[in-house]
């Protein structure tokens, strides 16, 4: 059976609250019905979600600390298909806070800065993800970089994996991708837009300027590129044009947590099943369009997917 190797640097334990009418400045209370603590991290997210469609994988990255053990601890309760390869720090390992609010369709979140790396434990690492990478068909790197790590460790982490011939997958914010990108470019670059809509250092205002952006990363490189564009859109580009995605449906924002690793995910699962492209991209975009109809980190079934590639628009515009 293939395997991924999901690479999580920054690992946290996330906790979600939904609070109707959540407020500033006053007591808000959560029944306990609508509190949720588990593993998080884009990279944990991405395999947690994966073993719900029972892929393997392997989750590599740093912990530390109690909240690290507590991690580790509810990781082994998620998934059966989940190994895990952490190496451990004596910092402790961060913690993420979201509110949704569905009665004001707002999501506020609070994530903790993270833990310092030093730089013996980054050697480990990387002597870890050697061995691990050549145990698997695919790798996703995705999330932020921990205090001590250089954001150029994407660039380097998939230079080695393309000495052994796998296909890799990224998502992250543009300071890890404008150094990673001097050193390796992945097969597949998703944008996390969350904190900036900043672009190799720049701000896209048109579409025009989200198009000519997507050409260019697949002239420098990559196979599959998608970038976020005003929340709910996506431009996506491949060696054989550019498409604007879009939702039939009305997008609830207070329901976006957790769509965009859904988002990577699955187009992970497409691409195990040899879909080309624009088809990863597409059972991606559908997938995460589905999360959207409801609370929590849960991934849709394969047959809600199947059923969302018909409630989207791919629109060609290059």
């Known amino acids: 059976m293939k395997k991924v190797l999901a690479v999580c640097l920054n690992p946290a334990l996330d906790r979600e609250f939904v609070i109707d009418n959540f407020t500033l400045d006053k007591l808000n209370i959560v029944p306990n019905e609508k ?9 944990v997210n991405v395999a947690v979600i994966l073993s719900k469609y029972a892929i393997p994988s392997i989750v590599t990255g740093f912990v530390g600390g109690y909240v690290g053990n507590v991690l580790l601890s509810e990781l082994k309760k998620a998934g059966k298909m989940i190994t895990t390869s952490f190496v451990h720090i004596n910092d402790e390992t961060r913690e993420n806070i979201a509110i949704a609010d569905t009665i004001n369709h707002t999501l506020t979140e609070i994530n903790s800065e993270g833990p310092i790396v030093d730089s013996s434990s980054i050697e480990s690492f990387i002597r870890r993800y050697e061995v691990l990478v050549q145990q698997v068909s695919a790798v996703v790197i995705s999330g932020s970089v921990p205090r001590g790590v250089p954001n150029s460790i994407y660039g380097e982490l998939t230079k080695i994996a393309k000495k052994y011939k ?11 991708i404008n150094e990673s990108i001097k050193i390796s470019f992945p097969d597949v670059l998703k944008y996390d837009m969350r904190r900036s809509e900043k672009i ?8 025009k300027e989200y ?6 990363f697949i002239k420098r490189g990559a196979k599959l590129v998608i970038l976020s564009y005003k929340t709910i859109f996506d431009f996506v580009g491949t060696a054989d044009g550019v498409w604007k995605f879009s939702p039939k449906v009305n997008i609830d924002h207070s329901y976006l947590l957790g769509s965009g690793d859904i988002f990577v995910a699955s187009m992970v699962m497409a691409h195990l099943e ?19 109809t409801y609370m929590g980190k849960e991934p ?5 997917i199947e059923r969302f590639l018909s409630l989207i628009n791919s629109e060609r515009v290059e």
Request: one cysteine or more; glycine letters at 6%; charged letters at 35%.
């Open 274 to 292: 040899d879909k080309c492209c624009i088809d990863m991209a597409r059972y991606g975009y559908a997938a995460a369009v589905a999360k959207t």
């Open 300 to 304: 849709p079934s394969r047959n809600e």
């Open 166 to 176: 796998k296909t890799v997958f990224w998502e992250a914010r543009d300071e890890i």
């Open 211 to 216: 198009i000519e952006m997507t050409k260019e």
């Open 200 to 207: 190799l250092e720049n701000i896209l205002n048109t579409e």
């Open 35 to 43: 509190n949720k603590m588990t593993p998080g991290g884009k990279g």
